[in-house]
Structures are given as C-alpha cells and as structure tokens.
T-cell receptor
Framework: DSGVTQTPKHLITATGQRVTLRCSPR?????VYWYQQSLDQGLQFLIQ???????AKGNILERFSAQQFPDLHSELNLSSLELGDSALYFC?????????????FGPGTRLTVL | GDSVTQMEGPVTLSEEAFLTINCTYT??????LFWYVQYPGEGLQLLLK?????DKGSNKGFEATYRKETTSFHLEKGSVQVSDSAVYFC??????????FGKGTKLSVKP
C-alpha cells in the first residue's frame, strides 16, 4: 500500500459526459501528479500540482482540467468524453517537486467510455 | 524531446533463469533513471533508481547501472521467481519533475 488513495476504482460512462476522479496523496506529500495509461499511448504525464498551485503540464487535453485543494487532495475533471479517453488514470504523490523525490502511485481509476 | 525505449515483450522465462530487460534513453540533460514494476491490478511501485552516471540501483535482487556513454539502464536479475511476473517500466525524470516512461515489458515466469 503506497498510501495514495484514488476513487472511484472503476467508472463507466457515456460519450459526451463529464466525470471527476479524486486522489488523496500520502500524508505530508505536497506534490500530486496525474498520469494516463492507455494501450495506444502507454503511460503519459498529464499535469502536476504542488501545494495547491499548478506546476507543470504535460499532454493534457483542453477538455481535461485538474485542481489541488487546501487539504492537498486533487481532482481530475474530464469532460466531453470520447471513446479514446478510456484508460487507467493514475495519481502519484511526492514530498516535493524535485526529480529526486520519489513518486508514490495510487491504484488507479479505470475509466470506460461507452 | 526526452524519451525512453525499452525492449518489447512479452518475455517468458523459467523460474531461476537470468533476466535482462533492455532500456535506452534520450535526454538533453542528466536525468535520474528509474525502474517501476506494475503487478496485475495494482499501481506502479518504484523498484530501483539511479541519479547519476555509473550509479547502480538495486532492490530485491534486481540491478541496473546508469551508463551515460551508452545512454542505457538495463534491468537484470540473476534468478527470477514466479512472483516476479509483472510489467516493468523504465522511466526518466523529465525537466518538469514528471516521469517519462517506456512502453513497458511484460514478464511471465513459469514454474
């Protein structure tokens, strides 16, 4: 158990809908990263927050957004969903924002868009 | 941009066989290098890491050496067990502190 929790574990929805994925980092970790794992693209970095502020952006679509709240939990919002958004979404947390800080991964949320 | 290339799987070995999973990288700077493991139905776990050239990361019998001259970070284990069956990802630290992953190599170990 990494100490990172993600809810829900599974999510099934229809095209055009909007969903919210939630992540609670390990106690004491200030950084949260979101990654998408799909068969086509592999594991890709989406976005990072550090202590409530957006710090880095990767291959995140404009239809996707995220935020980190004062209690440091984070939410990833996916809207106007398409079939190709079906994937496993991982959250990871680390104590800082440096490359030397180990990232601890949650169990993931599996999103299926029908 | 920075990238990671690792050998495609699946790799199937018998128990106690020697394992090598090749990983090479392209990076403009001097990134840290990682191997992560993903067991079925679980998230990724850090297996080992190396932060500078010639560093050797090791954990649970697995080893990898950061080779700057060949831009490689090959994963090795002398004697695999059935419990090592998983997907292994090579990764490097991107300029933004994020991780850049290879496509993963699925390892199956037969008794």
């Amino acid at each position: 158990d990494s100490g990172v929790t993600q809810t829900p574990k599974h999510l099934i929805t229809a095209t055009g809908q909007r969903v919210t994925l939630r992540c609670s980092p390990r106690s004491g970790d200030l950084s949260v990263y979101w990654y998408q794992q799909s068969l086509d693209q592999g594991l890709q970095f989406l976005i990072q927050y550090y202590n409530g502020e957006e710090r880095a952006k990767g291959n995140i679509l404009e239809r996707f957004s995220a935020q980190q709240f004062p209690d440091l939990h984070s939410e990833l919002n996916l809207s106007s969903l398409e079939l190709g958004d079906s994937a496993l979404y991982f959250c990871a947390s680390s104590v800082g924002a440096s490359e030397y800080n180990e990232q601890f991964f949650g169990p993931g949320t599996r999103l299926t868009v029908l | 941009g920075d990238s990671v290339t690792q050998m495609e799987g699946p790799v199937t070995l018998s128990e106690e066989a020697f394992l090598t999973i090749n990983c090479t990288y392209t990076a403009t700077g001097y990134p840290s290098l990682f191997w992560y493991v993903q067991y079925p139905g679980e998230g990724l776990q850090l297996l080992l890491k190396a932060t500078k050239a010639d560093d050797k990361g090791s954990n649970k019998g697995f080893e990898a050496t950061y080779r700057k001259e060949t831009t490689s970070f090959h994963l090795e284990k002398g004697s695999v067990q059935v419990s090592d069956s998983a997907v292994y990802f090579c990764a490097l630290s991107g300029s933004q502190g994020n991780l850049i992953f290879g496509k993963g190599t699925k390892l199956s170990v037969k008794p």
